[in-house]
């Protein structure tokens, strides 16, 4: 694709800007998702050694709540 378009009379090739904004969102939402996998892994690390904690001390966690 090109940014300028020979059809259009600005010039400006509306799917080539469309691309670039698609582009530019599916960078920013993987950025979130990796971000938010990271403190998901965080969490679940935290629960481990919480769930260890009250284990160890003899109290029982129910398997839902």
């Not at 938010?36 to 966690?61: C, F, H, M, P, S």
Request: one cysteine or more; a negative charge; glycine letters at 4%.
């Amino acid at each position: 694709m090109k940014d300028n378009c020979p059809f259009s009379e600005s010039g400006k090739c509306e799917i080539w800007i469309d691309h670039q904004i698609l582009q530019y969102a599916l960078e920013e939402a993987e950025e979130l998702a990796d971000a938010n996998w990271t403190e998901i892994k965080r969490l679940y690390a935290r629960i481990d050694q919480l769930t260890a904690v009250l284990v160890d001390a003899g109290i029982d966690i129910p398997e839902e709540l």
